[in-house]
Nanobody
Framework: QVQLVESGGGLVQTGGSLRLSCTAS????????MGWYRQAPGKQRDLVAR???????NYADSVKGRFTISRDNAKNTVYLQMNSLKPEDTAVYYC??????????????WGQGTLVTVSS
């Protein structure tokens, strides 16, 4: 009943920037925490950044100072601005949202993922 659609991934050179977007659709009463995770080949999926409904944020140590997460509640959208990209940032980035849906059900929803490749 709730879906997340990501966009903004692509190929960028070391030091470049990308902005990822993720929009939630469906039966949504409220989106609580939204976040971005990433998974490189052969690696586990790790938290990159997350933001609460009150705009509290936290980041993985590896991206602090380079990435910024934000949200537009009116659009049910979360963004990840990625600056100073490094090859080690290469991964599939997944959007995640904790959603209050119909019947006051709380759902944990994942997007399909968008590939970010940083060349060097």
């Amino acid at each position: 009943q709730v879906q997340l659609v990501e966009s903004g991934g692509g190929l960028v050179q070391t030091g470049g920037s990308l902005r990822l977007s993720c929009t939630a659709s469906g039966t949504i009463l409220k989106i609580n925490t939204m976040g971005w995770y990433r998974q490189a080949p052969g690696k586990q999926r790790d938290l990159v950044a997350r933001i609460t409904s009150g705009d509290n944020v936290n980041y993985a140590d590896s991206v602090k100072g380079r990435f910024t997460i934000s949200r537009d509640n009116a659009k049910n959208t979360v963004y990840l601005q990625m600056n100073s990209l490094k090859p080690e940032d290469t991964a599939v980035y997944y959007c995640n949202a904790n959603v209050l849906s119909s019947g006051l059900r709380r759902l944990e929803v994942w997007g399909q993922g968008t590939l970010v490749t940083v060349s060097s």
